[in-house]
């Protein structure tokens, strides 16, 4: 190998790191299922959902969003590296292939005023929240 | 003033090993890092002695009045950590960076790339 690989070396000075290794390596093997990919997190107000979820190396026309009621559901199509004549991988940790993910939002939201935006190998995805599902102030009148 | 701040809450982050691919092709080596967040300003790739080191740093892009409501991925800077054997040409890697995918071009030495010897029938 000309490459050869330093972290665990690294990670015995740093405890926290070791343990990560670990728990993701035992995942790995012991897991049937894929873990899910990819990894999406949701924020909220009582305004919105925002949406992040990390792709790299996807271009942001092969990414499609459907957005119903509550659910918004993320397609998308990651394509390894050609290899030509004579090349090989020598190490291969990323993943590729077709993903679906479907995720659950916590209230319904205006479909067709979502907004996403792809930077960086980050995809962005605000969703407003249904007017008819706003929290309303109440005023109270007096008599 | 507010650098030392900021450097001192760096050192409290979290930092992730970027999952990475390494291609052997005839005259390079290709490594391709998953580094989503990073753009050409935010990365460095340094080569110390035979010691190569990619480093990314993320700012984050949420705004504060938003609340996380779940969390699958988390947000902290990335290093990992490389040893370079002396067959490759430590003067000539190029790096790019591309929808957050670091790409390395290490190039071989002159001595070590394959070469082919052709073969002529005898008369």
Do not use: C
Not at chain 2, 14 to 23: E, G, T
Request: proline share 5%; charged share 35%; no cysteine.
């Amino acid at each position: 190998m000309l490459i050869r690989e330093l972290e665990r070396l690294e990670n015995l000075l740093q405890p926290w790191r070791e343990f990560e290794y670990i728990n993701r390596e035992v995942f790995r093997t012991l897991s049937p299922v894929q873990v899910e990919f990819p990894l999406v997190n949701l924020w909220k107000n009582e305004d919105k959902v925002v949406v992040t979820t990390e792709m790299p190396g996807v271009e942001s026309e092969g990414v499609e969003i459907n957005v119903t009621g509550k659910t918004i559901t993320l397609r998308f199509e990651r394509k390894p590296e050609e290899l030509k004549d004579g090349e090989a991988y020598t190490r291969r940790e990323r993943r590729y292939g077709e993903f679906k993910r479907t995720i659950e939002l916590p209230f319904n939201v205006q479909s067709d005023k979502v907004e996403a935006k792809f930077s960086k190998g980050i995809l962005y995805i605000e969703l407003p929240r249904a007017e008819a599902e706003k929290p309303r102030k109440i005023t109270v009148k007096s008599e | 003033m507010a650098e030392t701040v900021k450097d001192k809450n760096r050192e409290n982050r979290k930092i992730y090993a970027p999952a990475v691919d390494i291609i052997e092709t005839t005259n390079n080596i290709l490594l391709f890092a998953d580094m989503p967040g990073v753009n050409e300003k935010t990365v460095d790739v340094t080569v110390e002695k035979n010691l190569l080191t990619i480093h990314g740093m993320i700012e984050p892009t949420i705004d504060d009045k938003l609340t996380l409501v779940f969390s699958e991925y988390g947000s902290g800077d990335y290093q990992r950590v490389f040893s370079l054997t002396d067959e490759i040409d430590k003067n000539n890697i190029k790096a790019t960076v591309r929808n957050g995918v670091l790409k390395l071009v290490l190039p071989k030495t002159e001595k070590i790339k394959t070469r082919k010897i052709e073969v002529s029938g005898e008369a």
